[in-house]
């Protein structure tokens, strides 16, 4: 699977989607597209930073996506919340760490409040989540629309998460997009 480690899957018709031509991605529109229909869907985008507490900097793995990835991934917040729609729309510079990035730039997972440096914009620490599976790699989420007001070099989006009812919505979409569904790489989970 491209782009994200498929751990485990929390919510039922999930359909992965990425294209079979390497290098194609997914445009903001078409992403803009499906959410416009009323379809539940995730991505991420991958973010290279500078990252900073303020006093050191640190490496980290930093995503940018939408509010809908706690949902398909099944985060557990551990300290105060996971961004949602209204700081996304409101392009907020808010993060939200996992359990291994607060210890590794506060010294513990009570920095709720804290700040955070990317290449020098200060984001606020609104969450410590714990992910499934693995903790040993510090990462850093940031909403999507923040990542691209502030012009902080990204990934292309490579892989939707959707949630459709069965096949033939997923066929409905991508015809949408004006795409053809053998152009596609489908894997529901």
Not at 129 to 139: F, L, M, S, T, Y
Request: negative net charge; glycine residues 6%.
């Amino acid at each position: 699977i491209l782009g994200i480690k498929v751990q485990q899957v929390t919510c039922g018709n999930v359909y992965i989607l990425s294209f079979l031509q390497e290098g194609k991605t997914f445009l903001n529109s078409e992403i803009s597209m499906i959410e416009n229909e009323g379809i539940r869907l995730t991505y991420v985008k991958y973010l290279y930073p500078e990252i900073s507490n303020g006093f050191r900097a640190e490496a980290a793995t930093v995503i940018a996506t939408n509010e809908n990835y706690s949902y398909f991934t099944g985060m557990e917040i551990t300290e105060g919340t996971i961004f949602n729609h209204v700081q996304d729309d409101r392009k907020l510079s808010v993060v939200v760490l996992n359990e291994t990035a607060a210890y590794q730039f506060f010294g513990n997972y009570e920095c709720i409040g804290e700040k955070l440096y990317l290449d020098q914009n200060a984001f606020e620490v609104i969450g410590i989540i714990r992910e499934q599976g693995e903790q040993e790699e510090a990462k850093i989420y940031i909403p999507d629309t923040t990542a691209d007001d502030l012009g902080i070099s990204c990934s292309e989006v490579n892989q939707l998460w959707c949630q459709f009812t069965n096949m033939a919505e997923v066929s409905m979409m991508i015809s949408k997009m004006e795409s053809s569904i053998n152009e596609m790489n489908i894997l529901q989970m």
